[in-house]
C-alpha cells in the first residue's frame, strides 16, 4: 500500500533532454513519496541537464539510457510491460516526433513501444517549435492512438524568451498523473471548441484594513475544474477569489478577484462568451454594510453589532440573464451546494430544493463538515440535474470529482 492507502504502481518516468528536466526531479520525489514504485528512464541528453546519480538517489532504481544496459532483464521490453503508467517530462518535439513515428533507437522509446499502460507527455519547448505543423501534427497522432498528451503552460522560457511551451508545474503533473491512476479515461479531448468559465475559492468582505468576512473554502476543487477542462480540450478562463496558495493550471486564463461583487463583475465580463460556467466558488452571501476607514479596536467605541447586506446571487443571475434572452441559450450553467443535513431533512433534501429555486442545468452537491469537502484533498457527493437525474459520485481526489463534473458538462453540451 502507499501513502494514499491504494496499491503502489509501477511508474516510469520518461526524462527528454530539455531545460526542463531539472523540474522533473520534484516529479520523481513526490512520486516516491506517495508509495509509488519509480523507474527513471532519461535520453542521453537528458543527463547533459540532470545526472544519473541524482535520478537514482530520488527514485532508489538504476538509471540507464541505452538497450544494451542489464540485457539478462531485457530492459527494453520490460520496463514497458510491467509498468502501469509511464510518465514523459519533458516531453520534447524531437522525443514526440521518435514517440509518434515508433521510433525504437534508444530504452525510452523502445519502452514506449512496448507500454500497454496509459502513456502521459508533457510538453516543452519554446512556443514556435510547439507551434509547427510537424509539432502538432505528432501530437495529434499520439493522441490519437490513445496516448494523453498535456497543454503546456505559458510563460518564462529559456532565456527571455516567454510564451506556450512551458512545462506544467510538477505538482499539476503528478496531480494528473494520479488521476489516471485513479481512473484511465479521465482526460478525454471532449471539450475542444468549447469556451468555459469557472469560478474557484472563496471571496473576503472588508470590513475595516486589517479584518474581513471570509469563509473555509480553499478553491482546490474549482482549480482542478478549470486544469481537468483546459487538458480535455476547452478554452477556460478560471476567475479565483482566495485560495490556498494554488499555481495557476497551465493553459488557463486566470483573473484574480478578492470581494464577492468583483468576482460578479468578473463572471459578468467573461460568461456571455463562454458556453459553460461552472460556479465552484464559495461565494459570500453577506459583506458588511459600511467599510471602516480604520481598524476597528477595543474600546468604548467598538461597536456592538456589525450590518450585513447581501451580495448579489451570481448564480442566479447567470439563469435569469439566459431566460431573458441576454445570454446564449446552448449554455451550460453548474452550481454547487455545500449542505448539511437538519431537522427539516437530510442532504439530498436540502439539495434539491436549491437545485429548483437556482434553476442551473447540473448541481454539484457535497455534504460538508467532519473534515469534508473543505480544505482536504478528497471529495465525494452526488451530481444532480435539471432532468431529475441523480448521479452519486464516488469518494476520491478532487481531480477525480472534477473528471465526473466534466462528464456530464459534457454531456449536456453535446446535447
Known amino acids: 500500500m502507499n501513502a494514499t492507502g491504494s496499491a503502489s504502481k509501477r511508474i516510469v518516468v520518461g526524462v527528454g533532454g530539455?531545460?526542463?528536466?531539472?523540474?522533473?526531479?520534484?516529479?520523481?520525489?513526490?512520486?516516491?513519496?506517495?508509495?509509488?514504485?519509480?523507474?527513471?528512464v532519461p535520453t542521453e541528453s537528458a543527463l547533459q541537464f540532470v545526472g544519473a546519480a541524482t535520478f537514482?538517489?530520488?527514485?532508489?532504481?538504476?538509471?540507464?539510457?541505452?538497450?544494451?544496459?542489464?540485457?539478462?532483464?531485457?530492459?527494453?521490453v520490460r520496463l514497458g510491460q510491467?509498468?502501469?503508467l509511464v510518465v514523459v517530462a519533458p516531453a520534447t518535439a524531437d522525443l514526440m516526433a521518435r514517440a509518434a513515428h515508433g521510433m525504437a533507437n534508444d530504452l525510452l522509446t523502445s519502452t514506449l513501444l512496448t507500454a500497454r499502460c496509459p502513456v502521459i507527455f508533457a510538453p516543452a519547448m519554446h512556443t514556435e517549435m510547439w507551434e509547427h505543423?510537424?509539432?502538432?501534427?505528432?501530437?495529434?497522432?499520439?493522441?490519437?492512438?490513445?496516448?494523453?498528451?498535456?497543454?503546456?503552460?505559458?510563460?518564462?522560457?529559456?532565456?527571455?524568451d516567454s510564451g506556450a511551451g512551458r512545462l506544467p508545474e510538477p505538482e499539476e503533473i503528478v496531480a494528473l498523473a494520479m488521476l489516471v491512476l485513479e481512473r484511465a479515461d479521465a482526460l478525454p479531448r471532449d471539450l475542444e471548441g468549447h469556451r468555459v468559465v469557472v469560478t474557484a475559492g472563496g471571496t473576503r468582505e472588508p470590513l475595516d484594513p486589517v479584518r474581513f468576512l471570509g469563509n473555509r473554502s480553499s478553491g482546490k476543487q474549482g482549480y482542478a475544474l478549470a486544469r481537468l477542462a483546459a487538458q480535455r480540450g476547452a478554452d477556460?478562463?478560471?476567475?479565483?477569489?482566495?485560495?490556498?496558495?494554488?499555481?495557476?493550471?497551465?493553459?488557463?486564463?486566470?483573473?484574480?478577484?478578492?470581494?464577492?461583487?468583483?468576482?460578479?463583475?468578473?463572471?459578468?465580463?467573461?460568461?456571455?462568451?463562454?458556453?459553460?460556467?461552472?460556479?465552484?466558488?464559495?461565494?459570500?452571501?453577506?459583506?458588511?454594510?459600511?467599510?471602516?476607514?480604520?481598524?476597528?479596536?477595543?474600546?468604548?467605541d467598538e461597536p456592538d453589532t456589525i450590518p450585513l447586506s447581501r451580495n448579489d446571487d451570481i448564480l442566479a443571475g447567470l439563469v435569469a440573464g439566459r431566460r431573458e434572452g441576454g445570454l446564449p441559450r446552448n449554455r451550460a450553467i453548474v452550481g454547487f451546494a455545500a449542505e448539511t443535513g437538519d431537522e427539516h431533512g437530510d442532504v439530498l433534501f436540502h439539495a434539491r430544493a436549491k437545485l429548483a429555486r437556482k434553476g442551473c442545468d447540473l448541481l454539484v452537491v457535497n455534504a460538508v463538515g467532519d473534515g469534508r469537502a473543505f480544505e482536504v484533498d478528497s471529495n465525494a457527493g452526488w451530481l444532480l440535474g435539471a432532468d431529475g437525474s441523480e448521479v452519486p459520485v464516488e469518494h476520491g481526489s478532487k481531480d477525480l470529482m472534477a473528471?465526473?463534473?466534466?462528464?456530464?458538462?459534457?454531456?449536456?453540451?453535446?446535447?
Open 18 to 40: 530539455g531545460i526542463a528536466a531539472y523540474k522533473v526531479c520534484s516529479v520523481v520525489r513526490r512520486l516516491t513519496e506517495l508509495g509509488h514504485q519509480v523507474r527513471v
Open 82 to 84: 510491467e509498468a502501469d
Open 56 to 76: 537514482e538517489a530520488l527514485s532508489g532504481q538504476p538509471v540507464a539510457t541505452g538497450v544494451f544496459a542489464n540485457v539478462p532483464e531485457v530492459p527494453h
Open 236 to 300: 477556460v478562463v478560471l476567475i479565483a477569489g482566495a485560495t490556498a496558495n494554488l499555481a495557476d493550471p497551465a493553459a488557463v486564463t486566470v483573473v484574480k478577484v478578492g470581494t464577492a461583487d468583483q468576482m460578479r463583475q468578473a463572471v459578468d465580463k467573461h460568461a456571455p462568451d463562454a458556453e459553460a460556467v461552472i460556479m465552484a466558488a464559495a461565494v459570500a452571501d453577506f459583506r458588511p454594510t459600511t467599510l471602516a476607514a480604520n481598524k476597528i479596536k477595543k474600546g468604548d
Open 133 to 160: 505543423p510537424a509539432t502538432a501534427e505528432n501530437v495529434a497522432t499520439l493522441r490519437s492512438r490513445g496516448n494523453i498528451v498535456v497543454e503546456p503552460a505559458s510563460g518564462r522560457l529559456t532565456g527571455a
Open 403 to 415: 473528471s465526473r463534473i466534466l462528464d456530464a458538462l459534457s454531456g449536456l453540451l453535446g446535447a
